[in-house]
């Protein structure tokens, strides 16, 4: 690790917000089982720790989006989801957990796709919210937390990365943002 991040969010702030989500989540699901599918990979350390805390019967699955290339737009063009498992879509109750909703496209895209397949329910979960950079109109059901600064760094830690680095870090952090390639 190059840049020691920032504290943004210390680990018991983290801790106490999944507990809540848990519970949140817990009632708005009573008496369902619900099938909770994360988006890999920055989502899997919430994902652990979220599950943990829900009390429901559930079932767990994760799902990775490629972009392979922007649109003249500059927009990501959305060509590939990967499944590590087939996903009951039909009849379900999802919950969808993201790590970071910032443009809304990747969600909006795997939103489309997912009720195409006919859940009972679908509903969204994220680790940080960050409206501000909304590109498409997309909004989550819950969010551990809302960051409304986009120039506030680049968040990492507690499985958020920069280049694969500081998903271990138990707390959320910022680095600067690395200057755009020319």
Same mark, same amino acid.
């Given at each position: 690790?190059?840049?020691?991040?920032?504290?943004?969010?210390?680990?018991?702030?983290?801790?106490?917000? !999944?507990?809540? #989500?848990?519970?949140?989540?817990?009632?708005?699901?009573?008496?369902?089982?619900?099938? +909770? *599918? &994360?988006?890999?990979? @920055?989502?899997? *350390?919430?994902?652990?720790?979220?599950?943990?805390? #829900?009390?429901?019967?559930?079932?767990?699955?994760?799902?990775? +989006?490629?972009?392979?290339?922007?649109?003249? @737009?500059?927009?990501?063009?959305?060509?590939?989801? !990967?499944? @590590?498992?087939?996903?009951?879509?039909?009849?379900?109750?999802?919950?969808?957990?993201?790590?970071?909703?910032?443009? &809304?496209?990747?969600?909006?895209?795997? #939103?489309?796709?997912?009720?195409?397949?006919? %859940?009972? @329910?679908?509903? !969204?979960?994220?680790?940080?919210?960050?409206?501000?950079?909304?590109? +498409?109109? !997309?909004?989550?059901?819950?969010?551990?937390?809302?960051?409304?600064?986009?120039?506030?760094?680049?968040?990492?830690?507690?499985?958020?990365?920069?280049?694969?680095?500081?998903?271990?870090?138990?707390?959320?952090?910022?680095? %600067?943002? %690395?200057?755009?390639?020319?």
């Amino acid at each position: 690790m190059t840049a020691r991040p920032e504290v943004l969010l210390d680990a018991e702030t983290i801790r106490r917000r !999944v507990e809540a #989500l848990g519970a949140e989540i817990g009632q708005a699901y009573a008496g369902r089982e619900i099938a +909770v *599918v &994360g988006l890999m990979k @920055s989502c899997l *350390v919430f994902m652990a720790d979220l599950i943990r805390v #829900l009390p429901l019967e559930l079932t767990c699955h994760t799902l990775r +989006v490629a972009a392979t290339h922007e649109t003249p @737009s500059g927009h990501p063009e959305i060509t590939d989801i !990967v499944y @590590s498992a087939e996903i009951p879509w039909e009849g379900r109750h999802v919950l969808l957990l993201d790590d970071i909703i910032d443009t &809304g496209i990747t969600l909006r895209f795997l #939103l489309d796709h997912i009720r195409d397949r006919n %859940p009972a @329910s679908l509903r !969204v979960c994220t680790l940080i919210d960050k409206p501000k950079d909304r590109k +498409v109109e !997309v909004r989550p059901d819950w969010a551990a937390f809302t960051v409304e600064d986009p120039q506030a760094g680049f968040l990492v830690g507690y499985g958020l990365d920069f280049g694969e680095r500081y998903r271990g870090l138990p707390y959320i952090g910022t680095i %600067p943002r %690395p200057a755009p390639q020319a």
